[in-house]
């Protein structure tokens, strides 16, 4: 039995919490203050933290994904076509690394956000707690939360990029999931679950729920089905959709110039960066952990061989395929 220490309110714990449930693995669901104590097992004190049977303790959503990949058989969220599992990942990439921004956005940029948000996140983690103890508690996260914005670039001189690249998002899923539920065939990939964990949260807090509701509610529908899967079967496709290529096209006019900007800026040893994207400028502190994501990418593109990365090619923007061949030689 693997246990998972979450919270609701954090989109890569229910991206986990959904993906397990779709591989059928058992777990337990552990959150509030067990789930804090979690945090002294892990390097990096953030959640979900996974325990594992054989007593390990481990994070990050994405590593996390390719272990259970190796230890558990069948059901798999990594697709057999090795240029479509890439093009997997790199949505799934883009979604934990970028999407995440309108979902820290939205929850801490207006007071009705982050009045309902932080009082939900002090009861879930006090697990009531009484009201005077547990709003007492929501006022000085809510305060730490928003002095964080401008270092994760969730500003308001950035939010028209990050608002605009969401709407697109939700678009292009909002046409697809009338269809078919899924991206590469009628099963899910770790690019469903991505994306699932940072709307799961827009789909929650007043203002992008609002929103979704309004706009795009189909796409908000689908997020109750991508909360528990272990009912569906289904198959690989044989090549992508045209949502996951639209995604993937989405990626590399916002993503990609991100990531090298960043890695340019980390390069020179300047503290922050800025790109324009979508007719926006933004602009923001550089980050470490990303210049990790990009060359990953650049890892996984470079292990291709010459007719998977071809393929590749073909459903990327050129932005794309010129940060990712960087680094080959």
């Not at 230890?71 to 890439?86: E, N």
């Not at 899967?229 to 993503?255: H, K, N």
């Amino acid at each position: 039995m693997y246990s998972l220490y979450g919270a609701l309110a954090s989109p890569y714990s229910m991206k986990m919490r959904s993906l397990l449930r779709y591989r059928r693995i058992p777990f337990e669901w552990v959150d509030g203050a067990a789930a804090r104590e979690a945090l002294a097992r892990v390097k990096a004190p953030v959640i979900p933290v996974l325990a594992f049977p054989d007593g390990r303790y481990a994070n990050d959503s994405t590593p996390l994904i390719y272990e259970l990949e190796r230890l558990h058989a069948g059901r798999s969220v990594v697709p057999d076509d090795r240029a479509i599992a890439f093009l997997a990942h790199l949505l799934e990439d883009f979604a934990d690394e970028w999407m995440t921004k309108p979902m820290f956005g939205y929850r801490w940029l207006e007071d009705v956000d982050q009045v309902q948000m932080s009082r939900w996140l002090a009861f879930d983690n006090l697990h009531g707690g009484g009201v005077e103890t547990s709003q007492a508690a929501a006022e000085a996260f809510r305060q730490r939360q928003v002095g964080r914005m401008a270092m994760v670039g969730c500003t308001r001189e950035n939010f028209p990029l990050i608002e605009a690249s969401t709407r697109a998002v939700l678009e292009v899923l909002e046409k697809h999931v009338t269809n078919a539920f899924f991206l590469f065939g009628s099963r899910p990939s770790l690019a469903e679950f991505g994306l699932y964990g940072q709307l799961s949260q827009l789909g929650v807090d007043p203002t992008p729920q609002a929103m979704m509701r309004a706009d795009y509610p189909y796409a908000y529908r689908w997020l109750s089905h991508m909360d528990d899967l272990s009912g569906v079967v289904g198959s690989w496709a044989e090549e992508p959709c045209d949502a996951a290529l639209a995604l993937a096209r989405l990626s590399g006019e916002i993503y990609a110039p991100f990531l090298a900007a960043n890695a340019a800026a980390l390069e020179a040893g300047e503290e922050s960066f800025g790109f324009r994207a979508m007719g926006h400028e933004y602009r923001q502190g550089t980050f470490k952990y990303q210049a990790k994501c990009l060359a990953d990418l650049r890892h996984r593109y470079g292990a291709l061989d010459e007719g998977q990365r071809a393929r590749v090619d073909g459903w990327i923007r050129p932005a794309w395929r010129d940060l990712l061949a960087q680094d080959r030689g």
